[in-house]
């Protein structure tokens, strides 16, 4: 795997680096679900990390190896909302500062959570700006530096942390892994760990069906946009294209990409819900609705997901698990 | 502990007897929440146990202990829920069969899954019967064995093996472990099982504040019962009166009883959602909401409750996690 920019190797030195500043997240069944669906289920929840999602993992992987002078400088990136929470917390954790450009349609909960933990915010319109001019305009004039949510070794690093624990705690050989997909960095990671550690493990892009840039690349062998003014329930990758980093890992080594409705992803909240007691944003969901939706066949195998969040405030969660004719979760 | 009915030790048999088939549930803690806290807050998932609820600990590791005969003839119980989804969990698990003497206001999600689980429902009203005459009379005309919710050892060593777990993989000494109390089978078999192993871990009894029977017992030093015609949130809890067997378990080793408002509880249930992204039922957060209110002092010191379950519905749980001028969930 050296020609990639991440490594087996270097997730096990992000695990010692992030140590206890995050958590070891549980990798959870119910043998009752299984017996229902026909094969074994395994759900790495890190919608149960700290600040609620794994982008901290990476986040605060990137804030470790920063020089005293970047940490005093401060950091900047773009992200709709976990990414921004990972970062605001990795600032504050190494003494330093971060400032978030974040969509303005971001959800409020997510917006008010990054200020709460001291971070700038400065709005961006996502149909018609795009993120890294604001990000390298911030960069120029403010000497700050960029830690994007996915396109740097260490950032991969610290999200392929996720991966080696569910390989650890899986308990069983994993036959498949779901990866909900935005930028790909968590996606491209899993499968940098898979092919080393277990490369019988195929592992697939999950993504909402309006935002299938990673699958329809996949298809194609380039990367493909999203064509503008789009929209999903799945605001935590709501991402424009692969990124160019992490596509060339995904072409080579993913087993392919699946999609989710809106409607199986609300479908998919329901489900952990109801079963397994998980509190997840819709963007988390995404691998676990493609499961339950037979995109990937689960009979007598054991098939993995990473439910990659959990920031949703009280009332849209309480929209979005409700009934199904009220389908204002999906246009929200 | 030779005058208990449990002990360490028979948890331990229980924990070996239980194996696989109940899962070991997570300790989980968040370092951004104790710091905002000012002490070391430990959560015992077992809302994130088969069946939603710890009681399966308890109900599979009675049926386990029956002769072929017993197990032929079935069992019979009196429950709110989550013991009734436990033992006919473990009825299944075992080739037996169940019927549940339940309340008629039980949560219509409760006994809707109870059915589903293949057990048979008898409804009993909480004002005017005695559950225990009911159970009596099925006991009587079946021949089936009743397997009580806590007043059995091998049922308290059931229960118990949740607060082994808790002693193993809380990582800190425990300064105090708040247990939501009905009967009282969680609490005397938490009480036993940290005087044997963890003698200055303080064990307290949390409950609703107007179903406060052992709190009032422990005080009065003799068993005291609720007023009839009394409502909580907390269904899972709304038991009448302290248990004959528990009682004196928990009499010789509580540190005392805390109470919560339902007001205090649905704050406790949010609390859940947003920081720890879980699904709650309201009488499994009666010791968070106890500790959040400042009840027992978290400051500086690692305070641990049991999270005892997390079956509710998703109209009822987004009713109580919603604003607080919605007092409808106060009444439910």
Do not use: W
């Not at 030195?13 to 094969?39: F, Q, S």
């Not at 892994?177 to 760990?193: R, S």
């Not at 699946?258 to 397994?276: G, I, Y």
């Not at 990473?306 to 009280?314: E, K, V, Y």
């Amino acid at each position: 795997m050296g020609e990639f920019p991440v490594s087996l190797d270097s997730m096990r030195v992000a695990a010692r680096a992030l140590g206890d500043a995050v958590t070891r997240t549980p990798v959870l069944e119910d043998p009752d679900v299984n017996a229902m669906l026909g094969g074994q289920l395994l759900l790495k929840c890190e919608n149960l990390q700290r600040t609620g999602a794994f982008k901290i993992r990476g986040a605060l992987h990137r804030m470790l190896g920063l020089s005293a002078a970047e940490t005093s400088r401060g950091v900047v990136t773009y992200s709709s909302g976990n990414h921004a929470l990972g970062l605001a917390r990795a600032a504050r954790l190494t003494g330093s500062t971060a400032v978030i450009v974040m969509p303005s349609d971001a959800p409020a909960a997510k917006q008010d959570a990054v200020r709460a933990m001291g971070a700038d915010i400065v709005p961006f319109e996502r149909d018609t700006e795009e993120s890294a001019d604001v990000v390298a305009d911030l960069v120029h004039r403010t000497g700050r530096l960029e830690v994007p949510p996915s396109a740097h070794p260490q950032v991969l690093a610290g999200a392929g942390t996720a991966a080696l624990e569910l390989l650890e705690d899986a308990g069983a050989p994993l036959d498949a892994v779901l990866v909900p997909c935005g930028g790909g960095g968590l996606t491209a990671a899993t499968a940098v760990a898979m092919a080393e550690a277990s490369p019988q493990t195929q592992v697939f892009a999950a993504e909402p069906a309006l935002f299938d840039d990673t699958r329809r690349s996949l298809e194609a062998g380039a990367r493909l946009a999203n064509p503008k003014g789009r929209r999903t329930i799945c605001d935590a990758i709501m991402t424009p294209i692969p990124g160019a980093m992490t596509f060339p890992i995904n072409r080579a080594l993913l087993a392919g990409g699946v999609t989710a409705t809106d409607a199986e992803v609300r479908a998919a909240m329901r489900f952990a819900f109801t079963h397994f007691k998980l509190v997840t944003e819709p963007g988390a969901v995404v691998g676990l609705a493609a499961i339950l939706a037979g995109r990937v066949p689960l009979s007598g195998r054991t098939v993995a997901t990473i439910l990659t969040g959990g920031n949703i405030d009280a009332a849209r969660f309480s929209t979005l698990i409700g009934p199904d004719t009220d389908m204002k979760g999906n246009t929200k």
